[in-house]
């Protein structure tokens, strides 16, 4: 909702700018919504892989992060991306001034950038953001999907962080937000020579040195207390960073991006405040849509932007503050369309696809299979004359399982007698062919319980 509210703000209505003249650089600064949501990517990603990709590389494991990350990513990006493809067509075809976004660089439409936007690799040669997507804001999607690829080698030397000092990890993931932030402090706007590299690999390491100071956080009370402490308090003192920074220098409130590792981290651990408000069924669906929401807003802005341009009476009075309010709202509605006919069935039946799939023995096929290697036959197969049902007579036949399995609420008892007269140690010869004969008698117990 900052990056939609920062990209409304180039609007050009009376009524957007006293908006801005009020609030100030708590939107015209909304740009930093994307660095927050490369630390808590990196976070996300750390939380939910790093434990099972870290130890070691491996290619199945590796190719199924890789696949996983795609079919979150891709689908509802590939039918944003080709619509507004077509809008910026219809643009080039039609129009006269060579003008078919409201980007300061016009991008270039052709098969070859149609190839890199398809495949999310757009601002792999770019050093500017500038152009380089048809969809202005999928810059980020480009860089966010090259931290997913670089990931899997990524996570080795992370894990192998895990057990630096807590004090050492939490000071790495804010120094990770100081190129940035030195950016804003001198320039007042983070735009260089591949700033955006800067920006997707800090931000996203940030966040994964974050989830190592997480999980080995006791979850006790003064933690938790603290967390929520800070989770509450850390916005507000950011909020006033962003407005007083704007009387030291032009964009220099922006350093409060250090912040943004230690606000990731206090979330996840506090359970109070704004945790407990972000964590309510309505805005955990805003969160679900949130991808969709970043998708979308800009076309339906272009779409308005350019209305205004023939239409003067879009440009202000009651009618054009209207029209502009609806189109800010319906910007959710539409992405929460998006996800729920595009975004979420194409990413299921797509982990569908390179789901490898797994058949789980039951306990009597993993006992018979355990019988068939020891070279005992199967009575079913030599004809039981005994009058039992079996899978020969009765095809819906559903053998009981084994007497002596064990259960959720039960041990065991037949394989642990088994196991504890093997282990009984006799003093003499009689007590040792006793014993053999009751470990006799405890396997065929066994094996007669496993053929009925």
């Known amino acids: 909702m900052w990056v939609v509210a920062f990209h409304f703000h180039f609007t050009a209505m009376s009524g957007v700018t006293e908006v ?12 930093l919504g994307v660095d927050l949501f490369f630390v808590l990517s990196g976070f996300v990603i750390a939380h939910t892989y790093l434990a099972s990709m870290g130890p ?22 590939a039918l944003v991306f080709h619509l507004f493809g077509l809008w910026l067509l219809a643009r080039l075809v039609l129009g006269s001034d060579g003008v078919i976004a409201f980007q300061g660089v016009q991008p270039i439409v052709s098969v070859g950038q149609w190839v890199q936007q398809l495949l999310m690799v757009q601002m792999w040669n770019n050093k500017f953001l500038d152009g380089a997507s048809w969809v202005g804001p999928t810059w980020s999607i480009s860089a966010e999907w090259l931290a997913y690829l670089l990931f899997p080698v990524a996570a080795l030397v992370f894990f192998r962080l895990r057990n630096l000092p807590l004090l050492v990890l939490g000071a790495g993931a804010v120094a990770l937000m100081l190129p940035i932030a030195s950016a804003y402090a001198t320039a007042g706007d983070p735009y260089y020579e591949w700033s955006w590299a800067v920006r997707i690999l800090c931000g996203f390491g940030a966040g994964v040195l974050v989830h190592l100071v997480v999980r080995r956080l006791p979850r006790t ?13 850390l916005p507000l003192l950011m909020a006033v960073g962003l407005y007083c920074g704007q009387f030291v220098a032009p964009g ?11 606000l990731v981290g206090a979330l996840a651990l506090a359970d109070r405040g704004p945790a407990m408000v972000l964590s309510r069924p309505t805005l955990v669906q805003g969160g679900k849509v949130s991808y969709s929401l970043y998708l979308v807003h800009i076309p339906m ?8 341009a023939y239409v003067p009476a879009l440009r202000g009075g009651i009618l054009g503050h209207l029209v502009a309010l609806a189109v800010i709202v319906a910007t959710y509605p539409v992405a929460a369309a998006a996800f729920r006919w ?13 789901a490898p799939r797994r058949t789980v023995p039951s306990t009597v096929e993993a006992f018979r299979a355990a019988r068939e290697s020891a070279g005992i036959p199967d009575a079913r197969s030599h004809g039981d004359s005994r009058g039992h049902r079996d899978a020969h007579t009765d095809p819906g036949y559903v053998p009981p399982a084994p007497r002596h399995a064990a259960g ?23 007590d040792t062919w006793g014993a053999f004969e009751r470990t006799g008698q405890v396997r065929a117990t066994i094996l007669h319980a496993g053929s009925e």
């Open 20 to 31: 801005v003249g009020v609030l100030g650089p708590l939107i015209t600064s909304g740009a």
């Open 56 to 77: 070691a590389l491996h290619v199945g494991t590796t190719a199924r992060f890789v696949w996983a990350r795609f079919c979150r990513m891709w689908p509802v990006y």
């Open 221 to 233: 009370e003064p933690v938790r207390r603290v967390a929520s402490t800070t989770a509450w308090l």
């Open 252 to 262: 220099f409130g922006g350093v409060v991006i250090v912040g943004f590792p230690v």
């Open 301 to 308: 802005f272009e779409i308005l932007w350019l209305a205004q």
């Open 342 to 354: 595009v975004e979420e069935p194409a990413r299921r039946r797509l982990r569908r696809i390179g």
């Open 408 to 430: 959720p609420t039960r041990q065991p008892t037949l394989a642990a007698a088994l196991v504890s007269a093997q282990r009984r140690r006799p003093t003499h010869r009689a």
